[in-house]
């Protein structure tokens, strides 16, 4: 019987950024605080990213490190900055525009959520500036429409499959091909690959996922998750987190950015490698890709400012704070 549920929408974030804030580990998350004068802070339990990196020690140490170094470099750029698209890579723009705003106070920064597929099509139309993805643009538009566009690889997202903790003791580690049986629905019970007598239950992100599209395609091996099995369906990764950590019996998939710290899952090793930056870096783990914003065109002074923050040296150590990885230690490439 199939069971689906769409849950949640894009997740709007307008960020206020006078000082650095740290988020609680309690499972909630600041996801709206407005800049320019005035902040409003609106939490949620299930966006349980952006709560990871800013609770731990390296981070804290990094955001003072980023805070002094931006201290001497004050600029009077002023002007609003706006982007969309993946919740993959939705914690560390944030945490970047926050690190950024202290450099450039009088510059505002707007991001939402809603998918690569949605970021790109509205960087495309000119709705935002950034518009950031998992995949590729050309994976999410025509050809004409993302010949448009200019790609800045800001980072490496790794990609892990995650269980609910129930499972954690008997499903530490799946073959490709289990994988690909589970989300295709050959594999109904998690007693075919030695766990308990329990249906399995798939939850997924939309078509308009880049975090599905690479999971697919580098988990899967290309074969498309199957829509007869029970399954439920999330627009927002830290819902998906939440589900999974909710129902026995469930597994998805997710950045490993939302797993920073976190023990609420499980996650699974892939024919016996585990899902880890030191894995990922060294071409072991397979299921990873870059994190992309795209501009159309050149972006603007301010625009680039903001990109080149994120990519500079100041800045690696919270990327890698963060469960991303910084693309110039990747010793393969895609």
Known sequence: MKLKKVMGNAMAVTLMLASLTACSTSGTAATSTTTGGTTTAAATTTDVATTTAATTAETSASSAAVTSVAATTISNLSDSITGSGSSALLPLAQDAAEAFKTQYPDISVTLNAGGSG???????????????????????????KAAELVDHKVAVVTMAAIVNNELSDSVKNLTKQQLIDIFTGKITNWNEVGGPDQAVLLVTRPDTSGTRALFTEYALDGNQESSDASYLETDNSGELLETVKSNPGAIGYLALSYLVNNQDVSTVAIDGVEPTLENTYNGSYPVWGYEHMYTKGEPSETVKAFIDFILSDTYASRIEAQGYGVTAKMTVSR
């Open 118 to 144: 949605t970021g790109l099509k509205q960087v495309s139309d000119g709705s935002v500036d950034i518009g950031n993805s998992d995949v590729a643009a050309e994976d999410k538009l025509d050809a004409d």
